[in-house]
């Protein structure tokens, strides 16, 4: 089955740069999103389409995709964006996958 | 305000059955493909089940297939989910998620979950 492979954790200083990598075979062939998710609440679309933001998604996220690896970007951090991060892709046309989190802290 | 909102979970026994129902408001339901994803507490995001538009195809997780089946009324507004043969590992929130307009299959509307225990 197709897996999506993230670190586990980043730690990023407010109002630096959080780079998170989301790893699967030939994820560049297909359409990889992301969705941000903070405790208890559901999660919330911020990339689609390898790096569209949707209505309302600060434009410090931003996202690439390309060869085996999607990245999500979160540039000038702030403390809100601390919260977990999940890369998403539409696989063999009839499966979706999820990547299996990382947990961002601002620290 | 486009809105889903989950009904139907609960505590069940290992082997009982559970239908969930996710109510669809704001925006024309039939003109979009949905989804069931589960999160496992403390778990990361799990794809379980898809439906298009006029419930031409349904899609599974290995996981579920042959237990869990997937459906809709466009008239009502409402997206469903049968869980069967539960285990104990289904235990878990299960949000229903609008799938977005294209072909990325991007999950852009989700409702606030619904948790369903799986326990003796």
């Known amino acids: 089955s197709y897996e999506l492979t993230q670190p586990p954790s980043v730690s990023v200083s407010p109002g630096q740069t959080a780079s998170i990598t989301c790893s699967g075979d030939?994820?560049?062939?297909?359409?990889a999103c992301w969705y941000q998710q903070k405790p208890g609440q559901s999660p919330v679309l911020i990339i689609y389409?390898?790096?569209k933001r949707p209505s309302g998604i600060p434009e410090r996220f931003s996202g690439s995709n390309s060869g085996n690896t999607a990245t999500l970007t979160i540039s000038g951090t702030q403390a809100m964006d601390e919260a977990d991060y999940y890369c998403q892709a539409w696989v063999s046309s009839t499966a979706g996958v999820f990547g299996t989190g990382t947990k961002v802290t601002v620290l | 305000e486009v809105q889903l909102v989950e009904s139907g979970g609960g505590l069940v026994q290992p082997g009982g059955s559970l239908r969930l129902s996710c109510a669809a408001s704001?925006?024309?339901?039939?003109?979009?493909?949905m989804n069931w994803v589960r999160q496992a507490p403390g778990k990361g995001l799990e794809w379980v089940s898809y439906?298009?538009?006029?419930?031409?195809?349904?899609f599974y997780a290995d996981s579920v297939k042959g237990r869990f089946t997937i459906s809709r009324d466009n008239a009502k507004n409402y997206l469903y989910l049968q869980m069967n043969s539960l285990r104990a590992e289904d235990t878990a929130v299960y949000y229903c998620?609008?799938?977005?307009?294209?072909?990325?299959?991007?999950?852009?509307?989700w409702g606030q979950g619904t948790m369903v225990t799986v326990s003796s």
């Open positions: 439906i298009t538009t006029s419930s031409n195809s349904r």
């Open positions: 704001g925006f024309t339901f039939s003109l979009y493909s």
């Open positions: 030939k994820l560049g062939d297909k359409y």
């Open positions: 998620a609008r799938d977005s307009v294209g072909p990325t299959h991007a999950f852009d509307v």
């Open positions: 389409e390898d790096d």
